[in-house]
């Protein structure tokens, strides 16, 4: 299973040490704010008040252990990127950074990290979909181009089987689930039919989606 260091304890980074934690993952949460980490204290495996620009301090938490390390220092750059630079340097195989722009983003590309996230615009990308479109419920970016969707069945889904809508053919998608209240359906067949108020799990280019909203 893998094990997870977590870098700073703002809302970011707390919810998601909180939510790995309680999907049953190794977690260990760091802080400089003892406040911050005696909140968290129960919720993960450990947490610990260190400074996250130590290197020294770094390397006694055996952070090099760890498979993936999230920083959420938000309020310093500079501790956000040396702490980036460090965790790659003491050999954490991926790195999972949040940036508060674009080109904070480039420059913490450069100190390697291997993934960067923008939780504001991403957030309202989100938002913004979800108002577009009534029947759009969430919406996340996976790659450029390329999105999960779900949408909740358009009347003329409602009563038809997937091999009757054939949307891979009409639209290039792939519908991944459907839920139905509290089931969840990760492997739905060509006779499954949609009934009103069903949630389509679809993933597809930005494009094709788009035409399927308005189906």
Do not use: C, W
């Amino acid at each position: 299973m893998k094990q997870f260091v977590v870098v700073g304890l703002g809302r970011f980074g707390s919810s998601v040490a909180r939510t790995l934690a309680e999907n049953d993952y190794n977690v260990l949460a760091i802080d400089s704010n003892e406040e911050k980490v005696q909140e968290i204290a129960k919720e993960v495996t450990h947490a610990v008040e260190a400074d996250a620009t130590d290197e020294e301090a770094l390397r006694t938490l055996g952070v090099r252990n760890f498979d993936v390390a999230v920083v959420s220092i938000g309020d310093n750059i500079h501790a956000n990127i040396l702490s980036t630079l460090i965790l790659k340097e003491l050999g954490v195989p991926y790195v999972v950074v949040k940036a508060q722009n674009a080109l904070h983003g480039k420059v913490l590309s450069k100190v390697g990290a291997d993934r960067i996230v923008y939780p504001e615009r991403d957030m309202g990308v989100r938002i913004a979909h979800n108002l577009i479109s009534s029947n759009v419920l969430d919406y996340i970016e996976f790659a450029p181009d390329y999105s999960i969707v779900e949408i909740v069945s358009t009347p003329n889904m409602v009563g038809k089987s997937l091999a009757q809508l054939d949307l891979r053919s009409k639209f290039g998608v792939n519908v991944m689930a459907i839920k139905r209240g509290k089931d969840l359906n990760i492997t739905p067949g060509a006779n499954d039919r949609f009934l009103e108020s069903d949630v389509l799990v679809v993933m597809g280019k930005n494009d094709d989606l788009d035409k399927l909203k308005n189906f």
